[in-house]
């Protein structure tokens, strides 16, 4: 990608009504576009993030056997009464709308009744069973605090995986697996060691649920983390009787900021009751479905590496999903400069290499430094005059103060290995 096509341009400030770090260092860099308060657009470096990081998610759902599907964002009230989600009093974020015959319809919350429906309609014996099912979907909520960025929005999306299994062993099982993927997850993603295993409030059918925080002062939660067993308690939860049912020292742990990068939730009967999703069991009787919930909500986890990997001077990409492996800089418009640096762009193209090509005519170096920390794209490759009387390209890593010139047959070397 030339930055010279690319239509999008970094900004010197971000809107002054902005009050978040990721929302700012993203609007500056381009990578996102804000409508409203908790309401931002995708632009094609943010959405290259984006994508990314759903890949990493796609990745370690299909491994633990989720069916990728996509649900609709309209759905009926029908859908919300019997699991009594339609009250507002219920759910206080909703976002309604009308048919223009006048049947209500919601824009969806989340998709717990949507998916049990679905499921209903192709399952009857426990041979069917244990299933999985998740999707990137864009959720709506009302929500009433929208000052973090991209990390709370009112129109978001969720991966959302549930789980139908025969009974709660089937489904333990399946949670352990699902717990593993969601480290797994957050570890690729680069915020693994400062993402906790935290214990949260359950519901009916089970004691805790279980988030991972990650720990930041732009969190919303309060959390109290063991560090040397990698655990925490979510303030929601935590006393006394917990604290020593989970065989934690109170003395050892930590009060944090931290927000919640996903969760997992035991459902149990609570919709299969409600909605009739019921399997003939191998003695021939009609039993309930278990089901579980699992929530990732890919624009928060980016907002939330922004927050945690970035210095003074911009943003910080882990490799994994950084928009680009490479950003390329062509230093000054004298044309010996600019033919060299069309064939390191060529020669990285060749080995396909993700790159912005930084050959803009017209702009200083010292713009084009500053651009290329805002974007925080991790390889900074640049092909000057000193570059060039030291036949080579200068590399440097976003996160170091210094690079250093190797020969183009090196730097794919380096590049590719
Ligand atoms: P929170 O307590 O932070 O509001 P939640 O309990 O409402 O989160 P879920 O409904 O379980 O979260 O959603 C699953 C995941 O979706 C969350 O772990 C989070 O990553 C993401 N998510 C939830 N609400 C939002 C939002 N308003 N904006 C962006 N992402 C969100
Ligand atoms: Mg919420």
Known sequence: MRQSKLFTKTKKEAPSDEVSKNAELLIRGGFIHKEM?????????????????????????????????????????????????????????????????????GLAVTHEAAMTKIAKNFLNSYRDLPFSIYQFQTKFRNE??????????????????YSFCKDEEEHNEFYEKSKVAYQKIFQRAGIGH??????????????????????????????YVDEDKSIAVNKEVYNDEVISSLGLDKEKLVEKRAVEVGNIFTLGTRFSDAL????????????????????????????????????????IWPETIAPFKVHLLSLGDDENIKKEADHV??????KNIEVLFDDRSGVSPGE???????????????????SMKENGVEIKKRNEEKGKVVSLEELLTLLTA
């Open 194 to 223: 400062l993402t906790y295993f935290t214990f949260a409030s359950g519901g009916m059918f089970s004691k805790f649920s279980h988030e991972f925080q990650t720990i930041t002062g732009a969190g919303e939660d309060t959390i």
């Open 144 to 161: 009433i605090r929208a000052k973090s960025g991209i990390m709370r929005c009112r129109e978001f999306e969720m991966k959302d995986l």
């Open 276 to 315: 009739d999703l019921t399997y003939q069991t191998e003695k021939g009787e009609k039993k309930s479905v278990f089901m579980g919930s699992y929530g990732i909500g890919p624009g928060r986890l980016m907002g939330t590496v922004v927050e945690v990997l970035s210095d003074d001077k911009g943003i």
């Open 37 to 105: 308060a908790g309401v931002y657009s995708y632009l094609p470096l943010g959405l290259r993030v984006i994508k990314k990081i759903e890949n990493i998610i796609r990745e370690e759902m299909n491994a633990i056997g989720g069916q990728e599907v996509v649900l609709s964002s309209l759905q009926e009230k029908e859908t919300w009464e019997p699991t009594d989600q339609w009250d507002d009093e219920k759910v206080d974020v909703w976002f309604k709308t009308k048919l223009k015959s006048g049947t209500e319809l």
């Open 368 to 386: 084009k430094f500053a651009d290329a920390d805002l974007l925080g794209i991790p390889y900074r490759i640049v092909v000057s005059s000193r």
């Open 345 to 350: 762009y060529d020669a990285l193209i060749s």
